[in-house]
């Protein structure tokens, strides 16, 4: 049986991939040391072939037996989290990949580095194509995520050319979906969390400033197939849907229902203007396109929450209530 390893793997993304490869009839290990995952995630899988191991990549990993695929996730992913945990990560992106990258050289492993659209930073080139070498600020409060990844790029390209480890690398541009945290900071959760509080928007700036969104089946599609393929590059997954920030929340208002106020606050630092991949090598190479209306994929998002909320309502008021018999 082929074993898949996949690190961070209780968070958002990871969690969808864990499932991905148990399909595809993969003995999967989750290792995550849950600093922003969680074992709610991956609670609903009951699978023997499936094992979770706490861990934290950045120190020395030990895995037992054959590993056939590693796929690097761990990493605090959006601005509240890296900006709580900036040491941390700076070390997953730059210990815990030489870490992993040395497990799959040990183990004889095909290696997929999760990197991201930050390392274009705030692009002066529109869309970004990957031969796009980006414009970052490396001492800026982005940096610690933005300079981990560029390292971490550069760390799996070496280990591929020194020591020919078979590697991959996505640039994974904005993706939604279920099991976002609600409080993460990004801008598909934090709508839709003024939603179900029912309180005004918040957008950064005059919300001029673009994104383009992919739904998470889409992604692990495109993460998948780049696994599989003999692409050593990087490879952007994404998708082209481009659209103002200011558009998005009123987008999110209609789909919910909802008419909620908007409110502006000042723009945060180095917070990049525009943010759209250049998809020709995805589907040039991987035969990969985004499949998910951003109109289908928000209601769904929206509907996961709504019904989250509820269930956490529900049992928070029936914990109140065994409190007041007692």
Not at 36 to 50: A, M
Not at 131 to 152: C, L, M, Q, S
């Amino acid at each position: 049986m082929t074993t898949t390893l996949i690190t961070g793997g209780a968070g958002f993304v990871g969690s969808h991939l864990c499932e991905r490869f148990l399909a595809e009839g993969h003995h999967v290990i989750c290792m995550d040391n849950l600093i922003t995952g969680s074992i709610e995630n991956i609670d609903h899988i009951r699978d023997p072939r499936f094992h979770f191991i706490f861990q934290d990549v950045s120190e020395y990993i030990y895995v037992k037996g054959e590993v056939n695929n590693i796929l690097h996730f761990a990493s605090p992913a959006s601005p509240i989290d890296y900006l709580r945990w900036p040491i941390q990560t700076l070390k997953v992106g730059s210990l815990g990949t030489h870490k992993t990258l040395g497990l799959a050289y040990a183990k004889g492993a095909r290696y997929l580095l999760a990197s991201t659209s930050e390392v274009y930073g705030d692009p002066l080139v529109h869309p970004q194509p990957e031969t796009y070498w980006g414009n970052v600020n490396p001492i800026g409060p982005r940096g610690v995520y933005d300079e981990a990844k560029r390292f971490a790029e550069a760390m799996t390209m070496a280990y591929g050319n020194a020591h020919g480890v078979d590697t991959h690398i996505v640039r994974i541009f904005n993706t939604y979906g279920p099991r976002m945290r609600l409080d993460d900071g990004r801008v598909v959760p934090a709508f839709i969390k003024s939603v179900l509080d029912n309180r005004p928007m918040t957008v950064f700036g005059l919300g001029n400033q673009t994104r383009s969104f992919c739904y998470v089946s889409d992604l692990v599609e495109g993460i998948f197939r780049l696994l599989m393929s003999n692409e050593r590059e990087p490879v952007n997954i994404g998708t082209e849907y481009e659209m103002s920030i200011l558009s998005f929340a009123k987008l999110i208002n209609k789909l919910a229902g909802t008419d909620l106020p908007i409110e502006y606050q000042s723009l945060p630092q180095d917070d990049p203007k525009s943010r759209r991949p250049d998809l020709t090598k995805a589907r040039s190479i991987l035969g990969w396109e985004p499949k998910v209306p951003i109109e289908k994929g928000l209601s769904d998002t929206i509907e996961y929450f709504r019904e989250k909320r509820t269930l956490q309502d529900a049992a928070a008021a029936k914990a109140s209530g065994q409190e007041t018999q007692q």
